[in-house]
Protein backbone atom coordinates (compact mmCIF):
# COMPACT_ATOMS: atom_id res chain seq x y z
CA UNK A 1 0.00 0.00 0.00
CA UNK A 2 1.20 3.40 -0.52
CA UNK A 3 1.97 5.57 2.36
CA UNK A 4 0.72 8.95 2.68
CA UNK A 5 1.15 11.64 5.19
CA UNK A 6 -1.59 12.29 8.05
CA UNK A 7 -2.30 15.70 7.47
CA UNK A 8 -3.99 17.94 5.03
CA UNK A 9 -2.42 21.42 5.98
CA UNK A 10 1.39 20.94 6.59
CA UNK A 11 1.16 22.90 9.85
CA UNK A 12 -0.36 19.73 10.91
CA UNK A 13 1.97 17.32 9.94
CA UNK A 14 4.08 15.17 12.49
CA UNK A 15 7.66 14.13 12.87
CA UNK A 16 6.78 10.96 11.06
CA UNK A 17 5.03 12.34 8.25
CA UNK A 18 7.98 14.47 7.31
CA UNK A 19 10.80 11.72 7.75
CA UNK A 20 8.39 9.69 5.43
CA UNK A 21 8.54 12.75 3.19
CA UNK A 22 12.19 13.33 2.97
CA UNK A 23 12.66 9.48 2.25
CA UNK A 24 10.33 9.99 -0.65
CA UNK A 25 12.50 13.33 -1.59
CA UNK A 26 15.40 11.36 -1.33
CA UNK A 27 14.38 8.49 -3.82
CA UNK A 28 12.70 11.19 -6.15
CA UNK A 29 16.01 13.03 -6.43
CA UNK A 30 17.56 9.61 -7.28
CA UNK A 31 16.00 10.35 -10.92
CA UNK A 32 17.46 13.29 -11.75
CA UNK A 33 20.29 12.52 -13.66
CA UNK A 34 17.82 11.22 -15.64
CA UNK A 35 15.19 13.53 -15.87
CA UNK A 36 17.91 16.28 -16.91
CA UNK A 37 18.91 13.73 -19.71
CA UNK A 38 15.10 13.80 -20.64
CA UNK A 39 14.54 17.57 -20.45
CA UNK A 40 18.06 17.97 -23.04
CA UNK A 41 16.79 15.09 -25.03
CA UNK A 42 13.40 17.57 -25.57
CA UNK A 43 15.91 20.55 -27.11
CA UNK A 44 16.06 18.69 -30.34
CA UNK A 45 13.10 19.60 -31.49
CA UNK A 46 13.31 23.53 -31.11
CA UNK A 47 15.44 26.34 -31.82
CA UNK A 48 13.52 27.77 -34.66
CA UNK A 49 15.50 30.32 -36.95
CA UNK A 50 19.32 28.71 -35.79
CA UNK A 51 21.04 26.22 -38.05
CA UNK A 52 21.04 23.32 -35.35
CA UNK A 53 19.41 22.31 -32.64
CA UNK A 54 19.03 23.18 -29.44
CA UNK A 55 20.37 19.96 -28.33
CA UNK A 56 23.07 20.37 -31.29
CA UNK A 57 24.08 24.07 -29.71
CA UNK A 58 24.31 22.48 -26.12
CA UNK A 59 26.22 19.51 -27.03
CA UNK A 60 28.64 21.74 -28.79
CA UNK A 61 28.95 23.68 -25.89
CA UNK A 62 30.06 20.87 -23.60
CA UNK A 63 32.33 19.78 -26.26
CA UNK A 64 34.67 23.10 -27.04
CA UNK A 65 34.69 23.33 -22.98
CA UNK A 66 35.97 20.06 -23.30
CA UNK A 67 38.54 20.44 -25.89
CA UNK A 68 39.75 23.59 -23.98
CA UNK A 69 40.55 21.39 -21.07
CA UNK A 70 37.60 22.82 -18.70
CA UNK A 71 36.74 20.10 -15.77
CA UNK A 72 33.88 18.13 -15.49
CA UNK A 73 31.66 20.44 -13.46
CA UNK A 74 31.90 23.50 -16.12
CA UNK A 75 31.72 21.12 -18.83
CA UNK A 76 28.06 20.33 -17.60
CA UNK A 77 27.72 23.70 -16.95
CA UNK A 78 28.30 24.16 -20.55
CA UNK A 79 25.82 21.04 -21.18
CA UNK A 80 23.37 22.59 -19.36
CA UNK A 81 23.14 25.87 -19.73
CA UNK A 82 20.52 26.51 -22.16
CA UNK A 83 18.38 23.82 -20.47
CA UNK A 84 15.88 26.51 -19.18
CA UNK A 85 15.35 28.17 -22.72
CA UNK A 86 11.73 26.34 -23.31
CA UNK A 87 10.48 27.24 -19.51
CA UNK A 88 12.02 30.56 -18.72
CA UNK A 89 12.24 32.24 -21.99
CA UNK A 90 13.36 35.26 -20.25
CA UNK A 91 15.94 34.27 -17.80
CA UNK A 92 17.32 30.75 -18.58
CA UNK A 93 19.92 30.93 -17.21
CA UNK A 94 18.82 31.63 -13.83
CA UNK A 95 16.74 28.37 -14.19
CA UNK A 96 19.95 26.10 -15.34
CA UNK A 97 21.91 28.07 -12.44
CA UNK A 98 19.48 26.90 -9.97
CA UNK A 99 19.38 23.25 -11.27
CA UNK A 100 23.77 22.69 -11.08
CA UNK A 101 23.60 25.06 -7.52
CA UNK A 102 23.47 22.21 -5.19
CA UNK A 103 25.90 20.10 -7.36
CA UNK A 104 28.90 22.08 -8.61
CA UNK A 105 31.21 24.97 -7.28
CA UNK A 106 29.90 28.51 -6.33
CA UNK A 107 32.12 29.41 -9.65
CA UNK A 108 30.27 27.07 -11.96
CA UNK A 109 26.67 28.49 -10.48
CA UNK A 110 27.21 31.95 -11.34
CA UNK A 111 29.06 31.69 -14.76
CA UNK A 112 25.84 29.59 -15.74
CA UNK A 113 23.91 32.29 -14.67
CA UNK A 114 25.47 35.12 -15.95
CA UNK A 115 26.07 33.85 -18.96
CA UNK A 116 22.70 35.40 -20.67
CA UNK A 117 24.14 38.59 -19.90
CA UNK A 118 27.46 38.41 -20.83
CA UNK A 119 26.52 36.79 -24.08
CA UNK A 120 24.81 40.18 -24.91
CA UNK A 121 28.57 41.38 -25.61
CA UNK A 122 27.93 39.27 -29.17
CA UNK A 123 24.56 40.79 -30.34
CA UNK A 124 23.13 43.29 -28.47
CA UNK A 125 24.66 46.25 -30.95
CA UNK A 126 23.09 44.88 -33.65
CA UNK A 127 19.40 45.32 -31.64
CA UNK A 128 20.02 49.00 -30.35
CA UNK A 129 21.28 47.75 -27.00
CA UNK A 130 24.36 47.93 -24.66
CA UNK A 131 26.93 45.41 -25.62
CA UNK A 132 28.60 46.39 -22.81
CA UNK A 133 27.05 45.44 -20.18
CA UNK A 134 28.93 42.37 -18.61
CA UNK A 135 31.04 45.05 -17.97
CA UNK A 136 29.34 45.78 -14.76
CA UNK A 137 30.91 42.70 -12.71
CA UNK A 138 34.32 44.06 -14.04
CA UNK A 139 37.01 43.06 -11.66
CA UNK A 140 34.83 40.03 -10.55
CA UNK A 141 37.20 37.15 -9.79
CA UNK A 142 34.72 34.87 -12.73
CA UNK A 143 34.51 37.43 -14.69
CA UNK A 144 36.98 35.74 -17.19
CA UNK A 145 35.71 32.50 -17.04
CA UNK A 146 32.46 33.58 -18.11
CA UNK A 147 33.60 35.48 -20.80
CA UNK A 148 35.77 32.64 -22.19
CA UNK A 149 32.32 30.70 -21.61
CA UNK A 150 30.60 32.10 -23.42
CA UNK A 151 33.15 32.41 -26.42
CA UNK A 152 32.34 27.99 -26.21
CA UNK A 153 28.62 29.67 -26.35
CA UNK A 154 28.44 32.14 -28.97
CA UNK A 155 30.54 29.66 -31.57
CA UNK A 156 28.59 26.81 -30.92
CA UNK A 157 25.88 27.03 -33.84
CA UNK A 158 27.89 25.62 -36.37
CA UNK A 159 26.65 22.15 -38.08
CA UNK A 160 29.52 21.34 -38.84
CA UNK A 161 31.32 21.29 -35.98
CA UNK A 162 32.35 18.07 -34.72
CA UNK A 163 30.43 17.54 -31.87
CA UNK A 164 30.17 15.29 -29.22
CA UNK A 165 26.59 13.27 -28.96
CA UNK A 166 25.10 13.20 -25.72
CA UNK A 167 26.05 9.69 -25.01
CA UNK A 168 29.82 10.81 -24.20
CA UNK A 169 28.23 13.68 -21.75
CA UNK A 170 25.43 10.99 -19.94
CA UNK A 171 28.16 9.11 -17.39
CA UNK A 172 29.37 12.99 -16.39
CA UNK A 173 25.57 13.72 -15.89
CA UNK A 174 24.68 10.74 -13.76
CA UNK A 175 27.93 11.63 -11.48
CA UNK A 176 27.38 15.17 -10.85
CA UNK A 177 23.74 15.37 -10.35
CA UNK A 178 23.74 11.66 -8.28
CA UNK A 179 26.17 13.65 -5.40
CA UNK A 180 25.25 14.43 -2.09
CA UNK A 181 23.97 17.90 -2.54
CA UNK A 182 23.90 21.01 -0.96
CA UNK A 183 20.46 21.87 0.52
CA UNK A 184 19.87 25.07 0.85
CA UNK A 185 16.85 24.17 3.36
CA UNK A 186 19.22 23.53 6.35
CA UNK A 187 21.84 26.14 5.43
CA UNK A 188 21.76 29.31 7.92
CA UNK A 189 22.35 32.34 5.75
CA UNK A 190 25.51 33.53 5.23
CA UNK A 191 26.98 29.95 6.60
FE1 LIG B 1 21.91 30.91 -23.11
FE1 LIG C 1 23.83 28.94 -25.47
Redesign the pocket.
Known amino acids: MTRVVSFRHMADGTREDYLLLEELEREFAAGLPERVLAALRRLDHSFEGYRITRLVHSLQTATRAEAAGADEELVLGALL ?2 VG ?1 ELAPFN ?2 ELAAGILRPYVRPEVTWIVEQ ?2 LF ?1 TYHYAHHLGGDRHQRERHKGHPWYDACVAFCEW ?1 QASFDPDYPTRPLAHFEPLVRRILSREAYDPRWIAPGT
Do not use: W
Request: charged share 35%; glycine share 12%.
Open positions: HDDHAHGQD
